[in-house]
């Protein structure tokens, strides 16, 4: 078996646990918060996308919030997050979160350095009434060393496809890795807590990386146990029809 | 070169020019819906998935919306839908919409017969205000023969990681294959119009029915060339950092 | 009895008969939409206020839309008020709509000629939607001499509690009252139909405008019974007790 | 001057200094939370009444959120009162808020002791967050004898234009006066602090009762100078006008 095939058949049976994660969650009225952090190119959006590309798209969320426009600026930092937790039995994945504020923002020069103390100072308390309140919260860093990463990047650049996820502050933060890394184990060590963990998760091989965070995740939930129930389809009337369309209809031109 | 690559490529060439699309629109900041309807399985989904997956996620929006609820149902029949009609620059997709009302609905006995006549008189009025507002409104159906649909309901059926998919409505609407065609086809025949055309597109094989709807799509776009813009990233300063997180911090094991 | 006491009997009168109003709709499920349109200080505010003191606030809603933001004004020109009709039993009250565009956004140059001929194109199609929907839409122009206007500006003026009420947009308005007049002439002939009529009250004296508007409105409304649901308050267990508050507690000082 | 004359006196001129206090919000860009608690007919609703009828619209918002709905009461407790969190600039009136889990829900037996127990306990941590992120929160409540608060039930039970306003809840709380004052003490105890205080008036006399709870929350505001900017209204083009509208339009008719 080739390496695709045996990355796709490892996903796949973590995939089937993960089904079992959201059943636990719809019968126990559970909710899970999951963070996604980590440098640019690290590999978020894959994982994102490995985690829920098999779960029925009611049973989980995506928020990945932009730039806050000049009314959520002014008003309390974690407002516009708290919109999106999630209700019963809803399991929500961050990509990038309110710890903007604890590595990009003051990388970048985007908040001041007051702004940038008062979050790592209330952000654990933040955190602990989400915790207090039932609402299971996990937080991952993705690591990816820079000769990797600059790997990803000048993928990116050389493919048409892929450019416009080069933005500029990704670019002006390639040359601060060191700073960016510093501000990381800050963040780490001050909001790290028993109720809203930091794990750190090697991303230096995409794949490997996803399919061990996806492996974590499943032992922090309680249960996932997946019950199969098989779906019978009952023998179709007649025989098959064909898909006539009225003649009145404009078509679609074969060209491939 | 083999199928699937050859698809592969074909495919990255379309969805250059669907940048190129998506930049025409930031430029004349025109708006764009399309609508995609067809039988379940017919492929709504991975068509808009091809169409979407390399673009600026600013860009465009999927809307798919569950069933309403109760206050919904009281409402205007299309407010629901309103709200998600695109602004300046954006291409908004549709996976299923008010057609719902023309077709699952009164197959399924979803909605009264005066509910569905009195839609499909009032549908022509309500996309001409949309037009001639000066959204650009293309409506696609996908056609699947019935043999073809079967296989994929059996492929759903088998595989515990897609059998959430197929829904009790789905399973109840494979016995109504006819019924859906005579509704499909008078729903064309009313709702058609040169301001809200529809296009029939074959989606037996659905890789080959991606590529002839995208390509169908870029040809109703008034523009869609695409600049390259190259990215160039500086030279690094120094050289390549690891990742070296604070012994703090607790590790995701490698288990794979 | 003087006339103030008069006035207040005549309007309790009628609030019974609006209480019966949003009973029906409650019962009926049916939906009404009141727009109130006129010169500034013509006494749309004071209207509604008369209309709505005596209802549950859960049976009606006020819509004052301001300016469209930028996205908003990119989009189809309904689409913000469209989110604001009716569900199944409501009473909504527009305090002016989307017939800026016929009168305030092309005497004042907010518009372009295009948009405004475009609006007054479409607005008849737009309202028999909602008409044919089956929401009851009722319009009215409260009218008032520039000599009662003038007098009305000049007490705002006069009063810093009031001042707030007098907008640049309103004191530029002032000068055009002849063009505004024009502009109403043509709007109402041009969108007054059975389903969605105009009708205009004479508000030179505001107490005796709101009454006859308001009777109007209830003679409009198919049932506005009055079921008068008495109240019983049991006897009180033991004696009434005082509010005694914790001494920890602090005190709003008596001043007054 | 007659006993009402000297009431809207006074509280014409706190209305102006409260004019002061938006404007001061304006330009500070500063942030009020008032949040009013009281047994039923306390005088919340009329306070707000008195505190806003002279403000610009935009510069306040009233908060009276209703029953949690399913998907709500599985939130995070505080999170649908999260989202009419100010803006800079904004004051915000809360209605009853958060601390219907203080004392009405327990009084009535809609919460669990454990998740009023928790209430307590997290309550002030939640304050104080939005406290360090610099909102300024003020709690008043509004103190009634219940011998008072009997008179206004059955002064309300008499009036067929006020009966909507007794909930049977409230019917149901007129036997537990003794229990709620409990709870108000417990509640005040625990979660009085510098940064978000308790603060108790009379509210036996209503208007006095508005007017010192007014000038005391004038009093906790850094700045409210009221700069009177007066309006001039220049002469009018031409001699004023009639409305005279169109015949085509239809017209209310006289009947006052």
């Given at each position: 078996?080739?390496?695709?095939?045996?990355?796709?058949?490892?996903?796949?049976?973590l995939q089937t646990e993960l089904i079992g994660v959201t059943r636990w969650l719809r019968q126990s009225g559970k909710r899970v918060v999951v963070i996604l952090?980590?440098?640019?190119a690290a590999g978020?959006?894959?994982?994102?996308?490995?985690?829920?590309?098999?779960?029925?798209?009611?049973?989980y969320r995506v928020v990945a919030?932009?730039?806050?426009?000049?009314r959520e600026t002014s008003q309390w930092y974690f407002q516009?997050?708290?919109?999106?937790?999630?209700?019963?039995?809803?399991?929500?994945?961050?990509?990038r979160s309110w710890y903007n504020r604890a590595v990009v923002e003051p990388a970048m020069g985007f908040c001041t350095n007051a702004e940038y103390e008062h979050f790592l100072e209330v952000c654990p308390s933040f955190e602990k009434l989400l915790a207090d309140d039932g609402i299971i919260l996990i937080k991952y860093w993705l690591a990816v060393d820079q000769e990797q990463q600059e790997e990803r990047f000048a993928d990116r650049a050389g493919d048409p496809?892929?450019?416009?996820?080069?933005?500029?502050?990704?670019?002006?933060?390639r040359q601060k890795y060191t700073e960016i890394g510093k501000l990381r184990d800050i963040m780490i060590e001050?909001?790290?807590?028993?109720?809203?963990?930091?794990f750190v998760a090697d991303f230096n091989d995409q794949k490997t990386g996803r399919l061990n965070l996806i492996r974590h995740f499943l032992e922090q939930i309680p249960s996932r146990e997946f019950v199969d129930t098989p779906v019978k389809?009952?023998?179709?009337?007649?025989?098959?029809?064909?898909?006539?369309v009225t003649d009145k209809a404009l078509t679609v031109p074969r060209v491939y």
């Open positions: 078996m080739g390496k695709r095939k045996a990355y796709q058949k490892e996903l796949e049976e952090e980590g440098r640019d978020k959006g894959g994982t994102i996308k490995a985690m829920t590309e098999s779960l029925d798209t009611r049973a919030l932009g730039k806050p426009d000049a516009r997050y708290v919109e999106h937790l999630p209700s019963a039995g809803e399991l929500v994945l961050f990509d496809l892929k450019r416009w996820k080069l933005s500029p502050v990704d670019i002006a933060a001050r909001t790290h807590a028993a109720h809203a963990p930091w389809l009952a023998k179709l009337r007649g025989k098959p029809q064909k898909e006539h």
